[in-house]
């Protein structure tokens, strides 16, 4: 081999050199090869842009319509509903002048603490066996507290058992009146468990 050929052989393979390690050490970066994800850089980054910008209007745009939907009447009846009132059930079973005063002092008591409050309530007065002549238009001793406490007190509703009603018919032999101001059910007990079975408060004066 003469001198010109070696000379030509040795500067094409430090030329091949040089080009095959050219790429290798332009890609690396802090100890890593970056790999191309694309034969397109420009057109990558454009996609990944219009993506970022999709992406962000869609939340943008959720977010809105959650505004709009949390100010809506729906959002706020649905508020209402979850502010559940206050429930309370008063039992009197006695012909107890003194204990259907007690009952209407509490139901009065707590009618007025959450309306202090500004919180609603619910209040069942329910009668049945002998305290069923609390309701009775002829003998209840407090029947002007009644009348008074429809008026000035609507939060309290009033209950008397019908099978009550019906025993005192057949043992008096008469029609058993019932103050206006009350509701016949068809069991006083009965109505008491299904309150409570509903989450109401339960007292007996």
């Known amino acids: ?8 052989r040795v500067i094409t393979m430090a030329a091949a050199t040089v080009l095959f390690a050219a790429p290798f050490a ?4 802090g100890g ?21 910008t999709t ?15 949390a100010r809506s009447p729906l959002a ?14 008063l039992q009197v079973n006695t012909n ?6 007690l009952a209407l002092n509490n139901a009065t008591n707590v009618a007025q603490y959450y309306k202090d409050a500004g919180e609603k309530v619910k209040i069942e007065v329910v009668t049945f066996g002998p305290g069923l002549h609390m309701l009775r ?12 406490m429809a008026l000035s007190t609507p939060e309290v509703s009033f209950k008397a058992c019908g099978n009550t009603q019906e025993r005192m018919h057949k043992a008096e032999n008469k ?31």
Request: proline share 5%; charged share 25%; aromatic share 6%.
């Open 137 to 148: 238009d002829d003998t209840s001793p407090v029947k002007a507290r009644i009348e008074e």
């Open 26 to 29: 332009a890609a690396e970066q």
């Open 1 to 8: 081999m003469s001198m010109f050929q070696y000379i030509a």
């Open 55 to 69: 992406h962000s209007k869609a939340t943008k745009q959720k977010k809105a319509r959650s505004s709009l939907a």
């Open 175 to 205: 029609d058993i009146p019932i103050v206006r101001q009350a509701e016949v059910v068809k069991s006083g007990v009965v109505r008491v468990m299904e309150l409570q079975e509903k989450g109401w408060s339960y007292v007996k004066p």
């Open 76 to 89: 706020a009846n649905a508020r209402l509903a979850d502010s559940k009132a206050h429930r309370l059930i």
């Open 96 to 101: 107890d002048p003194a204990a259907m005063n």
């Open 32 to 52: 890593r090869y970056w790999v191309p994800t694309t034969t397109e850089p420009a057109t990558h980054h454009q996609r990944f842009a219009a993506k970022a």
